[in-house]
C-alpha cells in the first residue's frame, strides 16, 4: 500500500515567515494529494489539494507543489500569521476503482507561528 | 448545513466496558468513513461506508470493533470490550463521490470523540 512520510513534525516560524512542510509517498499510481489542517479540538479540514496532472496550485498565501518524478509533494505558507498555528497534514490517494478509495495521511507537522 | 456531527465529544470508560461513538454525516453524502488518530499511529481509516453498505474494513483493529450504518443519516463505532490501547480519538468524516475520483472527494470531519478507556 502507499506509505506517506511528512517533514518535519515541528515547525516554528517568526510571524510574516513562510513555512514549508514536505511529503514524500510510495506509490507511483497516487494520483491525489491534499492538505489538511487540524486545529486544537477539530477535526482536520481541507485547506487545499492537488493532482498528479497540475505541478503547482496556489490559493492566497498557501500553495502546494508537486513532483511526480521524486514522488514528493509541499506545502508553503507565506506571510505566516498566529491563526496558521495547528498541525497539517498531508495525504495521497490512488482513487483507484471500488475498494481501494483511501487516503494515506503522513503523520503531521505542528507549525507555530510565533507573533 | 451543521456539518458532520459526532458525539459524545469525549468519553472515558473502564476497561471491559462497551463504547459506543456516533456519527451523523452530512445530508447528500453517500461516503462515510472512520479514523482513528492516535499520536503513535497518527490517523488510521478503520472503515469506511458507501451507501450505508461498508466497503472496506481492513483497517478495524480487531473483532472487538464493529461499525453500523443502519441508514444515511446515521453511524456507529463499537468497540466490546474496551482496552485501555482503544483510547485514541476517533474521527467520523463524510463525502460524496470517491476520493480521487471527478466528482467532489473533499472530506469533512467530524469534531471527533476523545476517548479514555482506563
Known amino acids: 500500500g502507499e506509505n506517506v512520510e511528512q517533514h518535519p513534525s515541528t515547525l516554528s516560524v517568526q510571524e510574516g515567515d513562510s513555512a514549508v512542510i514536505k511529503c514524500t509517498y510510495s506509490?507511483?499510481?497516487?494520483?491525489?494529494f491534499p492538505w489538511y489542517k487540524q486545529e486544537l479540538g477539530k477535526g482536520p479540514q481541507l485547506i487545499i489539494d492537488?493532482?498528479?496532472?497540475?505541478g503547482e496550485k496556489k490559493d492566497q498565501r498557501i500553495a502546494v507543489t508537486l513532483n511526480k518524478t521524486a514522488k514528493h509533494f509541499s506545502l508553503h505558507i507565506t506571510e505566516t500569521q498566529p491563526e496558521d498555528s495547528a498541525v497539517y497534514f498531508c495525504?495521497?490517494?490512488?482513487?483507484?476503482?471500488?475498494?481501494?478509495?483511501?487516503?494515506?495521511f503522513g503523520t503531521g507537522t505542528r507549525l507555530t507561528v510565533i507573533p | 448545513d451543521a456539518g458532520v456531527i459526532q458525539s459524545p465529544r469525549h468519553e472515558v470508560t473502564e476497561m471491559g466496558q462497551e463504547v459506543t461513538l456516533r456519527c451523523k454525516p452530512i445530508?447528500?453524502?453517500?461516503?462515510l468513513f472512520w479514523y482513528r488518530q492516535t499520536m503513535m499511529r497518527g490517523l488510521e481509516l478503520l472503515i469506511y461506508?458507501?451507501?450505508?453498505?461498508?466497503?472496506?474494513d481492513s483497517g478495524m483493529p480487531e473483532d472487538r470493533f464493529s461499525a453500523k450504518m443502519p441508514n444515511a443519516s446515521f453511524s456507529t463505532l463499537k468497540i466490546q470490550p474496551s482496552e485501555p490501547r482503544d483510547s485514541a480519538v476517533y474521527f467520523c468524516a463524510s463525502t460524496t463521490g470517491g476520493i480521487g475520483s471527478a466528482t467532489n472527494e473533499k472530506l469533512f470531519f467530524g469534531s471527533g470523540t476523545q476517548l479514555s478507556v482506563l
Open positions: 495525504a495521497a490517494s490512488s482513487g483507484k476503482e471500488t475498494g481501494a478509495n483511501n487516503l494515506f
Open positions: 492537488i493532482r498528479s496532472n497540475v
Open positions: 445530508s447528500g453524502h453517500d461516503y
Open positions: 506509490d507511483s499510481a497516487s494520483n491525489y
Open positions: 461506508f458507501n451507501n450505508n453498505v461498508p466497503i472496506d
